[in-house]
């Protein structure tokens, strides 16, 4: 059975950059469209970003032109490239199997001032 495990989160000021990865096991291969979403305290979870199994991406208009989604399908990973952050950004971020209910664990950004 799939599961996916997120990792790389941590501190960073505000106009860093931080790279999130989302690793699949208990698979052959990552044959999905994965997403990205991310969940501030009291905030509902939101979309991030999407990446499809060819490579096509999309992005939520608050991180266009700062996030960069990718896929390494020989490694089975998933990554976020976050840069130009900004405490807006801080949340616990999670990815996901398109329209499953597989989620990773969540990782935790924090951006600070």
């Known amino acids: 059975q799939v599961q996916l495990a997120e990792s790389g989160g941590g501190l960073v000021q505000a106009g860093g950059s931080l790279r999130v990865s989302c690793a699949a096991s208990?698979?052959?291969?990552?044959?999905?469209?994965i997403n990205w979403y991310r969940q501030a305290p009291g905030n509902e979870r939101e979309w991030v970003a999407g990446?499809?199994?060819?490579?096509?991406?999309k992005y939520a208009d608050s991180v266009k032109g700062r996030f960069t989604i990718s896929r390494d399908n020989a490694k089975k990973m998933v990554y976020l490239q976050m840069n130009g952050l900004k405490p807006e950004d801080k949340a616990v971020y999670y990815c996901?199997?398109?329209?499953?209910?597989?989620w990773g664990q969540g990782t935790q950004v924090t951006v600070s001032s």
């Open positions: 996901r199997i398109a329209n499953t209910d597989k």
């Open positions: 990446i499809t199994i060819g490579g096509i991406t």
């Open positions: 208990g698979t052959r291969g990552i044959d999905y469209n």
